[in-house]
Structure formats: C-alpha cells, structure tokens
C-alpha cells in the first residue's frame, strides 16, 4: 500500500445493509435460500463530531432501517425486477435504489462455537460481497472464533490501492475505539 491520507470533511453518506429477513436464525430444516433484503442507512462521514455522537447516529440509523419495512420491500422489488423484467431494467432500478450509496457494508457473526466441515474443524471464515450496480465497495465484518475479519471487494476506480483504504479503516476504527473508551486486543496487520 502507499501513502496518503482519507479523505476529509464529508458530513454523511448513504451505505446499504443487507438484513436477513429471517432475523439471522434459521429453524431446522429450512434453507437459507435468498432471505437477504436490504436498506439504505445515513451514517456520519469524517466531518461529524466525536467518536460516541458518530457511533450513536449509526446505530440510530441502522435500527431505525432495521425496524422498518424497507428490507422486505427491498427483497420484494429486487425479486420482482430480476424475475420479470429485462436486464437493463433490472440494472437501472438497483442502481436507483442504492440512493447514491457508496459501500455496501454487511457484519456476518459465526456461532459462538466452533464449526466443522466434513468432520473437520473451520480455522476461519470470511465473508463476501458481491458489487451491486452503481455501490462500488463491498465491505465485510466477518466474527468467528473471537477474531474480526475485514473483507474488501471494490471497483478499482473507486479503491485504485485496496491495501490503503483497509489501513485508514482500520485507522478509523482505532480513532472510535480510543474516543469511545473501548478497550481492544492486539491489531493484526
């Protein structure tokens, strides 16, 4: 990664959250199949006030988003458009319901126990998130067993060094964690 510093002086911009429709748990012998809507959430740029203001309009944001309708009517259009209408079409209302969204940010958390693939035990995991027309960055936080993990999908003319952008997060992420009186373990570069 280069140099550089993050942009500065945005006050707010719009990133879409994927919610599973079946709040995160599934009963036994169902599949997950495609359950997953979507909102639109306001979150406070670099320009906001401090660390615990910045943290409160998120979670503001994203529980109002939550408790809404809007996942489920996400899931209904998307359904809707990708079913019946062309490609194009389908294309130009994604791209209009992102409202200018500028990342699409997902948290995935494991169980709280270990998993196992074919009788193996899962060292780790990480998420994935597929670029959206017109949301160029995809952002996983993927937790599993008691580790964080940063996935990063971008287009290249809005990421041009991936490696930079993951430093200032992480960056960022001390900033919060300091001014908010979070005590963290050791970072991992």
């Not at 911009?13 to 994927?18: D, K, S």
């Not at 996942?71 to 130009?92: E, H, I, N, Q, R």
């Not at 193996?120 to 996983?140: H, Q």
Request: hydrophobic residues 40%.
């Amino acid at each position: 990664g280069g140099g550089g510093a993050p942009p500065r002086g945005r006050r707010g911009f719009n990133i879409v959250v994927p919610v599973h429709l079946l709040g995160g748990a599934l009963p036994p012998g169902t599949e997950i199949g495609n359950k997953i809507g979507a909102l639109v959430a306001r979150v406070p740029g670099s320009g906001a006030t401090s660390a615990p203001d910045r943290l409160a309009a998120v979670h503001s944001s994203l529980s109002a988003g939550k408790g809404s309708p809007a996942p489920l009517l996400g899931w209904l259009a998307c359904k809707f458009f990708s079913d019946w209408m062309p490609t194009s079409v389908a294309s130009t209302a994604m791209r209009r319901s992102a409202a200018g969204s500028v990342a699409v940010v997902s948290n995935i958390r494991s169980r709280g126990k270990p998993m196992h693939w074919n009788g193996r035990p899962v060292a780790s995991i990480m998420g994935f998130v597929p670029l959206t027309p017109g949301v160029p960055i995809g952002i996983t936080v993927t937790s599993y067993g008691g580790e964080v993990t940063l996935g990063l999908n971008a287009d290249r003319r809005a990421v041009p060094d991936p490696d930079l952008f993951l430093k200032w997060v992480l960056e960022e992420y001390g900033r919060l964690s300091e001014e908010a009186g979070i005590r963290r373990k050791k970072q991992v570069e």
